[in-house]
Nanobody, 120 residues
Framework: QVQLVESGGGLVQPGGSLRLSCSAS????????MGWYRQAPGNQRELVAA???????NYADSVKGRFTISRDNAKNTVYLQMNSLKFEETAVYYC??????????????WGQGTQVTVSS
């Protein structure tokens, strides 16, 4: 079994910052890409940022220059530093990872989600 557990969400004022963390655990052989998605009420889930095993990153245009994704491979953890947050970025943020388990099977895994609320 593989699990992703997120932390770091909460309430922040517009212009503020939050740092999300997501740790993978279980029968992991290798973690390939890791990423963060978000889903606001009434909207589809959208990619926020992703990072490959080698460190190459990809960002949604709306967050470029404000958000930074990073990972610690030794800890099987991915982070999302979010700065200059906007009202419209209120959403549930989900961690996602492409993982090969100990039996050699690849799978796409999701965390349970963490709420980020941007409000004054």
């Amino acid at each position: 079994q593989v699990q992703l557990v997120e932390s770091g969400g909460g309430l922040v004022q517009p212009g503020g910052s939050l740092r999300l963390s997501c740790s993978a655990s279980g029968s992991i052989f290798r973690i390939n890409a890791m990423g963060w998605y978000r889903q606001a009420p009434g909207n589809q889930r959208e990619l926020v940022a992703a990072i490959a095993n080698g460190g190459i990153t990809n960002y949604a245009d709306s967050v470029k220059g404000r958000f930074t994704i990073s990972r610690d491979n030794a800890k099987n953890t991915v982070y999302l530093q979010m700065n200059s947050l906007k009202f419209e970025e209120t959403a549930v943020y989900y961690c996602n990872a492409d993982i090969r388990n100990s039996w050699g099977r690849d799978g796409d895994y999701w965390g349970q989600g963490t709420q980020v609320t941007v409000s004054s």
